[in-house]
């Protein structure tokens, strides 16, 4: 058996979303010797979709040479890498080069910020024509340029790519995967997996694990309790193993949870905040309870959102301008000290857990049936799990 796959997503502290633009490899080998010293294996990172491809042509050299650096850097300390292509969708706002922006598709929901400032268009038919070839290209580049480099763990398609645009067809998100995946196994020999989200599952987005997920080398999930509308606290601890779970029945094959956490409270009750978000102490058992829960229900592993809370320099820059929670779910204050959950982390780490084979049962749930019954599936399912684990969960 494989061990349990311990990760954090990252971003520079100083910098956050401006990494490229203001990239800083002193900063970076400084964060993951820290992120290796605290016992994870694998750093998911991100490449801005408007540095790496500025043209529909054209993959930018300076890009290539910084992704590079990147990877040099995490192999320096030991660590695997999964980088994130098309991003894309980063924390409330969808960073796009311009050339990928419809005139006919307004932002919707989620601000559009390209390297010319904010747009109030959205982006084009993503999964499908002159996009997908441009994305095609684009992963063939990178892909030959990193083929073979030890760090390479796995390619990551996208971040929450559905809050990019949804695709129009179940076949058009199933062949994007599909292509894509295909061009980068043929030039790196490393395959990919795409970064899913829990509104893929309270949502019908024309995605279903059991055939956008076949060509993946393994599912990804992302999900918040403070998010989710069927969570019975804010730090529900069962919310995330439910929805890797779900992910699980659908797709048939174990789950990475690549993304999980909570924004920080303010330290005082003075500073009360105007969003959910849980204290540092209460973050401590949350993590740990989470962990277990993937644990005991097969996860090949998890990844924690995220490495730091952000310089309070960045608090009136997108996306902290209109989302100040994502200032804080670091497990690295915005002074460089180390949250307690940094040690609560490091110390599941350091039981080096072998991923459990699930226990032989019926399925959470049938894919057809709850995407059919949407918007009342996710609660029903879920009352169906915490029911059947009330006799065993410590929580």
Known sequence: MARFLLGINYWPRTSAMSMWERFDERELDADFALVASLGFECVRFFMLWQHFQPQPDRTSATALAQLERVMEALARRGLAAMPTFFTGHMSGVNWLPSWTLDAQRGCGRFRTLTENGFSDLGIGDFYTGTLLQAQRDHVRTVGARLRGHPSLYAWDLGNEFSNLRAPASVQESDRWSSVLTADLIETSGTGATA?????????????????????????????YSV????????????????????????????????????????????????????????????????????????????????FA?????????????????????????????????????????????????????????????????????PTEAYQRYTTARERTSPW
């Open 195 to 223: 970064g899913t989200h829990g509104e893929d599952l309270s949502q019908d987005r024309n995605i279903r694990p059991s055939s956008m997920c076949a060509p993946l080398c393994f599912p990804t999930m992302h999900g």
């Open 309 to 377: 809370d952000y310089d309070l320099a960045l608090k009136d820059r997108p996306p902290f301008d209109c989302a100040p929670h994502e200032l804080t779910f670091g497990i690295v204050r915005s002074d460089g000290s180390l949250k307690p959950v940094a040690a609560t982390l490091s110390g599941f780490a350091g039981e080096r857990r072998q991923v459990k084979r699930p226990a032989a049962g019926a399925l959470l749930a049938v894919e057809s049936a709850y995407y059919a019954d949407l918007p009342r599936s």
């Open 227 to 306: 998010y989710s509308d069927f969570a019975r606290t804010k730090d529900d601890p069962q919310v995330v193993p439910f929805l890797c779970e779900l992910t699980r029945s659908f797709s048939g094959r174990p789950v990475l949870f690549s993304e999980f956490g909570s924004p920080t409270c303010p330290p005082t009750k003075v500073e009360a905040a105007s969003y959910a978000c849980l204290t540092e102490t209460e973050m401590c058992p949350y993590a740990l309870h989470v962990l277990d829960g993937l644990h005991a229900g097969g996860a090949l592993g998890a990844f924690w959102w995220c």
